[in-house]
């Protein structure tokens, strides 16, 4: 996630959304002072690559250690952090000054639920050497991994002022820099961080059967009603 004091916006990275494409686009506006989040290494390579800033501003201070923060630090050495990739924005809102909550753009990213359920399955499956039918594990998987929802919602109310759509992401990128007033418009990286891993091609419709589709309609109800609107 990241929070640009520079350009006042808030952009609460969801999950299977080309979030992390987005993100690396964004940080190309980002200040001195402004909080990134780290992505995996791979992402970061392909960021400084492109001339981005890294991670910054994400971890606790000191005086928000717990006990047990502090043991972790001593007997791990790892530090606490404050702000984290996908945190959802009733955390987010609790870390900020009303000020910044209340006076910053808020962007987030949605994208068709039964698409993103597919490129889920094969996100967490990449590593197996014999994962599971995409039935099986649609039908097994936390609700959690299907949606999105709370990273970009409170008390079940949509929070944010833009939500751009990853079916038309080239052209609400191009709205959204008209809207922050950017020198440059918000460009998308050519090689797409984690998108060659889904193999199958073939639209939601051919891919899910009955059940997959059912239990995706019944988890993201809420998604599915709000980006009819």
């Not at 833009?162 to 998308?188: C, G, I, T, W």
Request: with cysteine; charged share 30%; hydrophobic share 40%.
């Amino acid at each position: 996630m990241l929070i640009c004091h520079k350009h006042r916006f808030i952009f609460l990275k969801t999950q299977k959304t080309a979030g992390t494409a987005i993100e690396i686009a964004l940080r190309a506006v980002m200040g001195r002072g402004d909080v990134i989040t780290p992505i995996s290494r791979e992402d970061e390579r392909l960021s400084r690559r492109l001339g981005r800033p890294g991670p910054r501003h994400f971890r606790a201070p000191l005086r928000e250690y717990s006990g047990r923060d502090l043991a972790r630090l001593l007997t791990r050495a790892r530090l606490k952090k404050r702000f984290y990739n996908h945190i959802p924005a009733a955390e987010v809102k609790a870390l900020l000054p009303a000020a910044v909550w209340d006076g910053y753009l808020k962007i987030s990213v949605e994208r068709n639920p039964f698409d993103k359920a597919i490129s889920s399955y094969y996100w967490r499956t990449r590593k197996l050497a014999q994962p599971p039918a995409i039935a099986d594990y649609l039908r097994q998987c936390p609700a959690s991994e299907l949606s999105n929802w709370a990273i970009y919602t409170i008390n079940d109310n949509v929070i944010t002022d833009v939500m751009l759509r990853y079916e038309s992401l080239a052209s609400d990128l191009q709205q959204l820099s008209r809207r922050l007033a950017l020198e440059h418009p918000l460009r998308l990286p050519e090689q797409r961080p984690k998108g060659q891993h889904r193999r199958d091609p073939r639209p939601w419709q051919e891919v899910l059967d009955a059940a997959s589709q059912e239990r995706i309609r019944q988890v993201c109800a809420r998604e599915i009603e709000a980006l009819r609107a």
